[in-house]
């Protein structure tokens, strides 16, 4: 059997958590996720966000389930491979490769937009290249990335701990000025904001696709299977600490920045406008220094997403390379810290290479973010419906006495995954248009390998069926068949 990934200490529940939050980014999501929210839906960007949540949740349910059985560096490719068989888990682990090289890409991105943010911030007149930026995001996610596993994901939760601490405390200001009656603005503390406010449901759930955003990437602890302790146990917590903790904090901060700037139409104009809504919060409600401190915990979330993104990503590769697809140089480790460092390089450069290619046509990095973040999603979305179908496939064998009827809720998450793709996919304007075609290419490119090479998914099958039978004490007949699709 092939080496499996494994630092000198393995990971706690905790940890593991820390890669999931990491990769979702709150301080970066709270920033710049609910503005294209209250464009669409005015006040009722809360409600969206408990959409959002519910169906994120359904989901998640799919992941949960399966991780408590199979545990690999491959996550889907891993996942969908055990249950569906090896060409399925390829596809997945193919188009999954895609989505974290996006996300790392965006969040290199973000850091130029939030760096910059920072320096207007101190009064500075001066501004650097957002590539710059982004370079030397990616120079510490190298650094870092290559060492054991437990140094990442401590750093990752102190950096967004920092965030998350100030984000609450804005909030927790917000909804005492509010309901107090001191607002700078006279703004109220307006419950309506948990109600459609004229909008139907279709809006709403057109909307979601934003907040579906924010919690895009939760699953990245799967990633993590071979390096954490306890991994049947403490992977599906890990996944559910995530999803709950970020559940909790994004409807209430979200709450907090709508009845901030206001529920009536200045208000939802404010918000919908603004490029950095905690910060501009955070001035009004606090002051300068709030602002401040909000500013650059954005810009330290960009770099932990980035750590996250590449992370996972790495891991993916790593998984890939050792059962034999890719150069075999990207399956090996360090012998000191157990980190894939030539899959980590491999990640990070793949990352950087857009945000160099758009630099060089003059893109602002605001666009830069969502459009690689865009791209990141949509192959994202088609990953979760392979594995939601993953979970129906292993439901159906018997073999770890999953309920039958417990079929509905990844049954149920496919449709609102398509839903969401569509919704991504028509009415759009240039580039977001073109999107869906790039996305789907690139997975179109994993399908047409698994075709055109079955003698490579016969090779990882077998390498599946041997790993996963090392790594956990599920029975014969749960992964025996692996082989043999």
Partial sequence: MANVLSGKHK????????????LMAPTLAMAMNGVGVSALVGKAVPLVFVLGFIGVALVAYGFIRLTRHFNHAGSVYALAGATIGPRAGFFGGFALVGTYIFFAASTLASAGVFANAFLDELGWNWRISWLLAAAVTAAIVIALNTRESRVVARTIIAIELVGIVCMLILAVVIVARTGSGTAPQHQTLDWSAFTAGGHSMGTLMTATVFAFLSWAGFEACAALGEETDNPRRNIPGGLIGALAITGVLYIFVMFAQTIGFGTGASGISGFSSSQYSLVDLGKDYVGTALGLILSFSAFISSVASA???????????????????????????SGSTGSPVPAVWTVAIL?????????LKGSDPFDVYYWTATLGVLALLIVYAVAGVGVIVFTFRGTARIPKWEIIVPAVAIVYLIYVFYKQSTGQVAPYSVFPYVAGAWCLIGLLIVLIKPGMARRIGAHLAAELSAGADADAEAVEPVAAR
């Fill in 11 to 22: 990971l706690k529940a905790w940890e593991a958590l820390a890669l999931s939050v990491a």
């Fill in 307 to 333: 750590l996250g993104s590449t992370t996972a990503g790495s891991r993916l590769v790593f998984a890939l390379a050792r059962d034999g697809f890719g150069p075999k140089q990207l399956a090996r480790t």
């Fill in 351 to 359: 990352a950087f290479v857009p945000c160099f290619v758009l630099w």
